[in-house]
């Protein structure tokens, strides 16, 4: 197994459908353990069922937008564990409203909202979690293509997908010199909780599996996988890399 006995901390499991569910079943496969965190209490009735079901050893309350917060999970995995070897983050939230319309329109709170919690919340973790890290610890976040093209609907989520791709490079240039990989895998569009605010979903579904060189749709057993080869030794020289994990849809230049 390529994770035997690695502490992988999951950051946004919503539920069985959700990417970091599809990450932390592909990581428990390779002998990873595991555990998760909830934001309040309707989040974590949610949780803790998946948790249990995956083999998951702790769960606990983190909203990424508390630095406070943040501080205890590292305190508390401090505690659990001593260390950590694999961070994963899959955290993004939008205001609806914002991800309807023109970008134009964007107001100056939920611009404010979505950078937080999507990209910021990244950093903020890694900062928390930098002394727990392992010589050889793997960070994990994951992006999509609306941070470098147009996606109709994606609007201020891609904004905050580039700026977390940009924060990718630099905490891999901070986090470098102690071993700690830091990387961002760009999924293909999946059925999940937050792509259903995407007014477009649709319309992508069908040009992915029409358009792309695997003619299909990803999965989130895609992404897992993927994120297992980075999480393991096997990714040993590879940080500040975003890899798309789209059946090849973002290398189309031209429909045939």
Known sequence: MLLQGKKALIMGLANNRSIAYGVAAALKAQGARLAFNYVGDAIKKRVE???EELGGEFT???DVCDDAQIENAAAIVKEKWGDLDILVHSVA???RDDL???????????FKLALDVSAYSLTGLCRAFEPL???????LTMTYHGSTQIIP??????????????????????????????????????????????????????????NSPLRRNVTTADVGGVAAFLSSDLAHAVTGQILYVDSGFSKVGATA
């Open 133 to 139: 890290f392992t010589d050889d610890a793997s960070v």
């Open 60 to 62: 606990f309350q983190c």
């Open 49 to 51: 069922p998946l948790s």
């Open 153 to 210: 609907g994606y609007n201020v989520m891609g904004v905050a997908k580039a700026a977390l791709e940009a924060s990718v490079r630099y905490l891999a240039y901070d986090l470098g010199p102690k071993g700690v990989r830091v990387n961002a895998i760009s999924a293909g569009p999946i059925k999940t909780l937050a792509a259903s605010a995407v007014s477009s979903l649709k319309d992508i579904f069908n040009m992915v599996e029409s």
């Open 93 to 95: 939230f939008a205001n």
């Open 100 to 110: 309807t319309g023109r970008f134009i329109d964007t107001s100056r709170d939920g």
